[in-house]
């Protein structure tokens, strides 16, 4: 993949509807999020109008915060899972990425926990809330066991869409390039769930 990677939800779109590009402006992935499922089951595709299919995130359970995110490809190959820190997220957001044997790969963690609290008090404030987008802007970073930083993942500053950037810090394999940004898409989709 050609770094960084930009991702961009419609803000004032029904479903959540992330858009995937490279550094050229080239579209990767394309997520449509259903509404109204007990069961979280997301479809990652590779063209807007949605004909392509490339991946399936399904959870293990219906509505849990430490639920796992299988990842696999539309042919049934399991790539993956990524699993939330159930209560230890609460406070600062984490999640583990695992690999297709189930052995820890990766973590994602929140760098500024505070950064969220301060947006939440100052978006209840009128008006101001308004440009909150601005200035407060969460970041987390993919770290391996080891606590190597492979990737860092940014909320830019934006009004009317919400625009992450996915920079890599470190060679990962296609499959576990794959993989880990799969699992980013996923957190991203948790997370504004959030807040």
Do not use: C
Not at 51 to 76: C, H, K, M
């Amino acid at each position: 993949m050609n770094y960084p990677l930009d991702l961009s939800f419609k803000l004032l779109a029904l479903a959540n509807q992330i858009s995937v590009t490279d550094a050229q402006g080239t579209l990767i992935y394309y997520v449509k999020q259903k509404m109204f499922k007990l069961k979280e089951a997301v479809t990652v595709f590779a063209d807007k109008e949605q004909q392509r299919p490339l991946y399936q995130i399904n959870a293990d359970r219906v509505i849990d915060i430490s639920a796992r995110y299988q990842i696999s490809e539309t042919n049934g190959k399991t790539l993956g899972s990524v699993k939330r820190q159930g209560m230890k997220s609460i406070w600062k957001a984490r999640y583990d990425i695992f690999d297709a044997a189930e052995r820890p790969f990766l973590t994602i963690s929140e760098e500024n926990p505070w950064i969220k609290v301060i947006d939440a008090m100052v978006g209840e404030i009128p008006l101001v809330g308004m440009f909150t987008g601005f200035v407060f802007n969460p970041s987390y970073v993919l770290k391996r066991p080891d606590e190597t930083i492979v990737m860092r993942f940014k909320k830019e500053p934006s009004m009317f869409e919400s625009k992450f950037k996915l920079e890599s810090h470190s060679l990962l394999s296609a499959e576990e390039e794959q993989r880990a940004v799969l699992s980013v898409l996923m957190m991203v989709l948790l997370e504004r769930r959030r807040g």
